[in-house]
């Protein structure tokens, strides 16, 4: 999700936002926000208060069911998060952002107040993690990016890791090596490095830490040295 624009305006502007604005902000993401979306629906949620663990309005009896959008400040102009209630719990989309809703900070779902479902991570406006969430413990593949190229791939099964790559890359974004750990994070499995050109340097066998064998080697012009 790449995005060049100048932070300092953008941020001047959402300070001031009337509504037509505020809507004017959409076109830094890639789909709508929710607090566009939600924009003509949503409570605000310094409304909602909290009771045995459920959300109400101010001075209801019945847990609240239904969309809000939290802010900064008191104003309502520098909206901070959006999502909905479902009986006074977290269920469906849910979002946080940067910047008075310039950029998101983080995506994810609810299914009666715990996580459930796709989340996203970004830094400064990109994308920076990402994986599924089930009954708010990681599950499956997760994965990791810096400036959009993938450092790491976790796979993780209620929480717990079973394994994971790590990906390096020279300056040019060319590929260098690919490590592969088992769950105590000791490289076990096959790890292949490459030249700067993209030729195949080493393929090797870990186990647990140790390295087993040598599989193939190559020098700079695709030449076998073993």
Known sequence: MKRYYSLTLIILTATVFNAPVKSQLSQFFEEKPLFEKYADSAINEATLV???GLKYQINTSKPFSGKFMG???EYGFCVNKAGSYKNGLLHGQYEEYEACGVFYSYKTKYKNGSENGRYEGYEEGFLSVEGN????KLDGEWISYEYGLITYKEY???DVLLSLEEFSYYDSGQLEFLKTYNSDQLQHGIT???HPN???ETKAKYENGN???IIEQYDF???PLN
């Open 133 to 136: 969430v089930v009954n708010d």
């Open 211 to 213: 390295l087993i064998e």
């Open 192 to 194: 292949v490095t490459y």
């Open 221 to 223: 012009n695709g030449n």
């Open 71 to 73: 802010f900064d400040d």
């Open 198 to 200: 993209g030729q195949l």
């Open 50 to 52: 909290e009771r045995q």
């Open 156 to 158: 993780f099964k209620k």
